[in-house]
Protein backbone atom coordinates (compact mmCIF):
# COMPACT_ATOMS: atom_id res chain seq x y z
CA UNK A 1 0.00 0.00 0.00
CA UNK A 2 2.88 2.38 1.03
CA UNK A 3 4.35 1.99 -2.60
CA UNK A 4 1.22 2.80 -4.23
CA UNK A 5 0.79 6.22 -2.11
CA UNK A 6 4.53 6.81 -3.36
CA UNK A 7 3.87 5.97 -6.94
CA UNK A 8 0.82 7.98 -7.16
CA UNK A 9 2.66 10.84 -5.31
CA UNK A 10 5.70 10.70 -7.60
CA UNK A 11 3.20 10.49 -10.91
CA UNK A 12 1.35 13.86 -9.02
CA UNK A 13 4.83 15.33 -8.79
CA UNK A 14 5.78 14.86 -11.68
CA UNK A 15 2.56 16.24 -13.57
CA UNK A 16 2.91 19.45 -11.12
CA UNK A 17 6.77 19.93 -12.80
CA UNK A 18 5.61 19.40 -16.36
CA UNK A 19 2.86 22.09 -15.96
CA UNK A 20 6.12 24.41 -14.34
CA UNK A 21 8.10 23.77 -17.41
CA UNK A 22 5.24 23.95 -20.01
CA UNK A 23 4.78 27.40 -18.43
CA UNK A 24 7.82 29.41 -18.51
CA UNK A 25 7.47 32.40 -19.73
CA UNK A 26 9.42 32.35 -23.65
CA UNK A 27 11.64 34.26 -24.63
CA UNK A 28 11.76 37.34 -27.29
CA UNK A 29 12.90 35.15 -30.45
CA UNK A 30 10.16 33.02 -29.46
CA UNK A 31 7.23 35.55 -29.14
CA UNK A 32 8.10 36.82 -32.54
CA UNK A 33 8.72 33.03 -34.02
CA UNK A 34 4.77 32.44 -32.52
CA UNK A 35 3.08 35.59 -34.57
CA UNK A 36 2.37 35.20 -37.90
CA UNK A 37 3.42 38.95 -38.84
CA UNK A 38 6.66 38.90 -37.55
CA UNK A 39 7.88 35.79 -40.26
CA UNK A 40 10.27 38.13 -41.91
CA UNK A 41 11.66 39.35 -38.68
CA UNK A 42 12.32 36.25 -37.43
CA UNK A 43 14.21 34.81 -40.58
CA UNK A 44 16.26 38.20 -40.95
CA UNK A 45 17.15 37.56 -37.38
CA UNK A 46 18.13 34.12 -38.10
CA UNK A 47 20.51 35.30 -41.36
CA UNK A 48 21.67 37.59 -38.78
CA UNK A 49 23.31 35.07 -36.57
CA UNK A 50 21.48 37.17 -33.79
CA UNK A 51 19.23 33.99 -32.43
CA UNK A 52 21.34 33.32 -29.15
CA UNK A 53 22.31 36.78 -28.61
CA UNK A 54 18.42 37.66 -28.37
CA UNK A 55 17.49 34.31 -26.14
CA UNK A 56 20.10 35.18 -23.93
CA UNK A 57 19.53 37.01 -20.33
CA UNK A 58 18.90 40.76 -22.18
CA UNK A 59 16.45 42.04 -20.94
CA UNK A 60 16.26 43.98 -24.31
CA UNK A 61 13.32 45.99 -25.64
CA UNK A 62 12.80 44.96 -29.44
CA UNK A 63 10.86 47.42 -31.59
CA UNK A 64 9.42 44.67 -34.08
CA UNK A 65 9.00 45.79 -37.93
CA UNK A 66 5.98 43.38 -39.22
CA UNK A 67 5.81 41.51 -42.32
CA UNK A 68 4.16 44.68 -43.86
CA UNK A 69 6.98 47.02 -42.90
CA UNK A 70 9.58 44.78 -44.52
CA UNK A 71 6.75 44.50 -47.28
CA UNK A 72 7.19 48.31 -47.78
CA UNK A 73 11.02 48.34 -48.43
CA UNK A 74 12.66 48.98 -51.73
CA UNK A 75 11.27 45.85 -53.59
CA UNK A 76 14.64 43.41 -53.51
CA UNK A 77 15.90 45.05 -50.37
CA UNK A 78 14.62 42.15 -48.25
CA UNK A 79 16.09 39.25 -50.51
CA UNK A 80 19.53 41.28 -50.82
CA UNK A 81 19.62 41.77 -47.05
CA UNK A 82 18.98 37.76 -46.13
CA UNK A 83 22.37 36.84 -48.36
CA UNK A 84 24.85 35.79 -46.65
CA UNK A 85 27.68 38.81 -47.65
CA UNK A 86 25.08 41.28 -45.91
CA UNK A 87 25.07 39.55 -42.83
CA UNK A 88 26.91 42.45 -41.12
CA UNK A 89 24.61 44.91 -42.47
CA UNK A 90 21.25 43.53 -41.67
CA UNK A 91 22.62 43.04 -38.32
CA UNK A 92 23.19 46.65 -38.04
CA UNK A 93 19.62 47.08 -39.05
CA UNK A 94 18.12 44.50 -36.87
CA UNK A 95 20.35 45.47 -33.84
CA UNK A 96 19.07 49.28 -34.54
CA UNK A 97 15.62 47.96 -33.47
CA UNK A 98 16.85 46.90 -30.12
CA UNK A 99 17.48 49.06 -26.75
CA UNK A 100 18.83 47.33 -23.74
CA UNK A 101 16.53 46.85 -20.88
CA UNK A 102 13.22 46.21 -20.34
CA UNK A 103 11.65 49.19 -21.72
CA UNK A 104 7.46 48.89 -21.35
CA UNK A 105 4.97 51.25 -22.86
CA UNK A 106 4.40 53.53 -19.49
CA UNK A 107 8.60 53.75 -19.39
CA UNK A 108 8.97 54.92 -22.78
CA UNK A 109 5.63 57.53 -21.94
CA UNK A 110 7.70 58.48 -19.02
CA UNK A 111 10.94 59.12 -20.80
CA UNK A 112 8.90 61.06 -23.18
CA UNK A 113 6.82 63.21 -21.03
CA UNK A 114 9.99 63.73 -18.84
CA UNK A 115 11.77 64.99 -21.89
CA UNK A 116 9.86 67.43 -22.29
CA UNK A 117 7.89 65.72 -25.55
CA UNK A 118 10.55 63.24 -26.52
CA UNK A 119 13.05 60.47 -25.70
CA UNK A 120 16.00 59.77 -27.10
CA UNK A 121 16.62 55.90 -26.90
CA UNK A 122 19.90 54.31 -27.36
CA UNK A 123 20.02 51.19 -29.57
CA UNK A 124 22.55 48.64 -29.03
CA UNK A 125 23.92 49.05 -32.41
CA UNK A 126 25.23 52.41 -30.88
CA UNK A 127 22.72 54.63 -32.70
CA UNK A 128 19.44 56.69 -31.75
CA UNK A 129 15.66 56.92 -32.18
CA UNK A 130 14.02 59.73 -30.96
CA UNK A 131 10.41 58.78 -29.53
CA UNK A 132 7.43 61.02 -29.40
CA UNK A 133 3.68 61.50 -29.17
CA UNK A 134 1.72 62.76 -32.33
CA UNK A 135 -2.14 62.30 -32.02
CA UNK A 136 -1.86 60.02 -28.89
CA UNK A 137 0.38 57.44 -30.78
CA UNK A 138 3.94 56.49 -29.75
CA UNK A 139 6.51 57.78 -33.54
CA UNK A 140 10.00 56.22 -33.63
CA UNK A 141 12.19 58.42 -35.63
CA UNK A 142 15.39 56.97 -37.02
CA UNK A 143 18.74 58.85 -37.50
CA UNK A 144 17.43 59.40 -41.36
CA UNK A 145 14.76 60.73 -40.76
CA UNK A 146 12.45 57.99 -41.16
CA UNK A 147 9.15 57.10 -38.83
CA UNK A 148 7.65 54.31 -37.84
CA UNK A 149 4.51 54.18 -35.25
CA UNK A 150 4.13 51.70 -32.39
CA UNK A 151 1.06 49.76 -33.45
CA UNK A 152 1.20 47.55 -30.06
CA UNK A 153 3.23 46.81 -27.04
CA UNK A 154 4.28 45.35 -23.83
CA UNK A 155 4.56 41.93 -25.33
CA UNK A 156 6.54 40.53 -22.49
CA UNK A 157 9.26 37.69 -22.41
CA UNK A 158 11.27 36.07 -20.75
CA UNK A 159 14.71 38.44 -20.98
CA UNK A 160 12.56 41.72 -22.20
CA UNK A 161 9.74 43.10 -24.39
CA UNK A 162 8.59 43.17 -27.66
CA UNK A 163 6.70 46.45 -29.22
CA UNK A 164 5.34 46.15 -32.58
CA UNK A 165 6.29 49.12 -34.99
CA UNK A 166 4.89 49.23 -38.82
CA UNK A 167 8.45 50.51 -40.45
CA UNK A 168 11.48 49.56 -40.80
CA UNK A 169 13.72 51.82 -38.94
CA UNK A 170 17.63 52.08 -40.61
CA UNK A 171 20.66 53.88 -38.99
CA UNK A 172 22.87 56.50 -40.21
Known amino acids: MKSI ?3 LLLVIAGIFSMNAVAQTPSDIVDIAA ?3 AHTTL ?7 GLVETLKSAGPFTVFAPTNDAFGNLPKGT ?9 KAMLAGILTYHVVAGN ?16 AVLTTVAGGKLTATIVEGKVILTDEKGGTSTVTATDLKGSNGVIHVIDSVLLPK
Do not use: D, H, W
Not at 42 to 48: G, I
Not at 78 to 86: D, F, I, S, Y
Open 5 to 7: KNS
Open 34 to 36: GSP
Open 42 to 48: VAAVKAA
Open 78 to 86: VETLLKPEN
Open 103 to 118: LEASAVLNAIKNGKGK
